[in-house]
DNA sequence: GAATATTTGGACTATTTCGTCCATCATGCT
DNA sequence: AGCATGATGGACGAAATAGTCCAAATATTC
């Protein structure tokens, strides 16, 4: 199955029907990052997406339905925007900007809400299995594409041979997760950079140069 | 102010009323960390600790109190095995015997419901900044245990002397607290592993031997 | 442009959950 | 023992939230 019924509801929308029905998924992302997922009630959306009661119930059978294209669609624009980010990454200097990257963007709001997905994770894994292996999925493809970055590096030279990209990856991704969590409580993006750059340190120990 | 209004609550408590808030207490710390925040209920709370909805209110004015108390408990008890762990900490190989001790707890139960302080700082801290405060110092304290042990290394002559216990401590809450949100996504410790394998490496760098 | 299907607004109901109240029981104190 | 105070059980009320329904408006199709 490459594109499971998932994506797309099997009736047919107008375009009106489907800009309601997007507008809906906007606010629904957005004030779901903001207030968490449960503390976000279907008159937030409501009101937030300018829609109504029926709207919502015409494109969705259930809240929890409306949380898994939350998830769905966060996780879409986070590995698209990481997509950009990462598919050319070929240069430990190419980490690095990575790196200021994730740490200005999270700069903005002080590291209040956390990451996108890892807050979503934290709140949906021991909850909705359904949302916990979206969410798996979507951290394995990010984490895949650094992977994807740290094999061209190794497989240029600029990384020893016994480099192993995927625990490389694994390792970035559980800083920068972390890194997130500590931000977002101490609100002070510091302890973020520290992890992150501890794990760049770390991929440094791998560099031929 | 060292030791503000906030731990015991003014009103002086019988034996037995004692007791029963502590129960309810148990109950909620258990049912928050598997359920989570929102998701539990007062009628959870009720029921798990056999007590009434005139006791819970007796103890405590209102949801959001409890909550604070099982913040404040939660971060006692998790300090309190930390402290047991860390105190001592000398060497590498303690390092490395912490590192397990933490992964066969969470090996338990398969990865699921992350760090007991982790999950509650990710849910709250967005959303009760009294919250936050606490578990931003919880967090700090148990870095200050680890950076304490760090730092009793280098001035053993284990570490180097370039080694920043302090950043150190960061970066091992960060590959932490990733490791933790990662394993509970993916339903799979490994990830946890990897990530603490990596944040000792990084330590082992500033080995002297 | 008539017939059919979708979309919309919002009132309405059902359910869940928080929080109040008070009569009764237990406990500590003198 | 007897009074004061704390503790308990559970019915009850209040509020928030999820979910239903249908008539009216708009779009699509032939």
Request: proline letters at 3%; one cysteine or more; glycine letters at 6%.
């Amino acid at each position: 199955m490459s594109r499971p019924e998932n994506v797309q509801p099997e009736r047919k929308l107008t375009a009106r029907g489907a800009s309601t029905r997007a507008r809906i998924v906007a606010a629904a992302v957005e004030l779901m990052y903001v207030k968490g997922v449960n503390a976000t009630t279907l008159d937030d959306v409501r009101a937030a997406s300018n829609t109504s009661k029926s709207q919502l119930y015409n494109h969705f059978p259930d809240k929890e339905a409306l949380v898994r294209a939350v998830v769905a669609s966060r996780a879409e624009q986070v590995l698209e925007r990481e997509r950009g980010n990462l598919e050319r990454l070929k240069s430990f200097r190419g980490l690095v900007r990575w790196r200021d990257a994730l740490v200005q963007r999270n700069a903005l709001q002080n590291g209040a809400y956390g990451c996108a997905l890892g807050s979503l994770a934290s709140e949906l894994a021991d909850q909705d299995d359904q949302a916990r292996a979206t969410l798996a999925e979507s951290f394995a493809q990010w984490q895949g594409l650094l992977a994807a970055g740290l094999r061209r590096m190794r497989d240029n030279g600029v990384l020893k041979p016994d480099a192993d990209p995927e625990q490389l990856a694994t390792g970035l991704m559980a800083a920068l997760q972390g890194g997130y969590l500590l931000a977002e409580t101490a609100h002070d993006i510091k302890p973020m950079e520290i992890a992150l750059d501890m794990a760049l340190d770390h991929v440094k120990s791998y560099l031929t140069a």
